[in-house]
Nanobody, 122 residues
Framework: QVQLVESGGGLVQAGGSLRLSCASSGRIFSRYEVGWFRQAPGKEREFVATINWNGGETYYADSVKGRFTISRDNAVNTVYLQMNSLKPEDTAVYYC???????????????WGQGTQVTVSS
C-alpha cells in the first residue's frame, strides 16, 4: 500500500512560484510512476504532469509545459512539482497520485493524496 501526502500549496500573486511536494510512506514508492492532477471548482480533474519510477520520462499538459517541472528524489520518497510563472487559471486543488504503471488519466492511478490548495491572485 502507498500513502501520499501533498504539501506546499498556498496563495501567490500572478507571476509567482510555488513548489509542491508529494511525500510517500509506501514501501515500494520508488518503483511507482507518479502523476500530478488538479481540479478547480465545477471542473473535472485534469492531468498536469507525470514522472516514471526513475525520473527518466516526464510528460506535461500543454497548459503547464515550460512553466512547471516535475521531479523526484527516491532517496527521500518525495516527488516535487515546481510551478513558475503562475497564472490565475492555475488555481485549483492539486493532487498527487501513484501507480505501478501510471498514465495520464485519473483512472490510471490507484493511490491518491488528499490534495493541497493553490490559489493565484491577479
Amino acid at each position: 500500500q502507498v500513502q501520499l501526502v501533498e504539501s506546499g500549496g498556498g496563495l501567490v500573486q500572478a507571476g509567482g512560484s510555488l513548489r509542491l511536494s508529494c511525500a510517500s510512506s509506501g514501501r515500494i514508492f520508488s518503483r511507482y510512476e507518479v502523476g500530478w492532477f488538479r481540479q478547480a471548482p465545477g471542473k473535472e480533474r485534469e492531468f498536469v504532469a507525470t514522472i516514471n519510477w526513475n525520473g527518466g520520462e516526464t510528460y506535461y499538459a500543454d497548459s503547464v509545459k515550460g512553466r512547471f517541472t516535475i521531479s523526484r528524489d527516491n532517496a527521500v520518497n518525495t516527488v516535487y512539482l515546481q510551478m513558475n510563472s503562475l497564472k490565475p487559471e492555475d488555481t485549483a486543488v492539486y493532487y498527487c497520485a501513484a501507480d505501478w504503471r501510471g498514465g495520464r488519466t485519473q483512472s490510471d492511478y490507484d493511490y491518491w493524496g488528499q490534495g493541497t490548495q493553490v490559489t493565484v491572485s491577479s
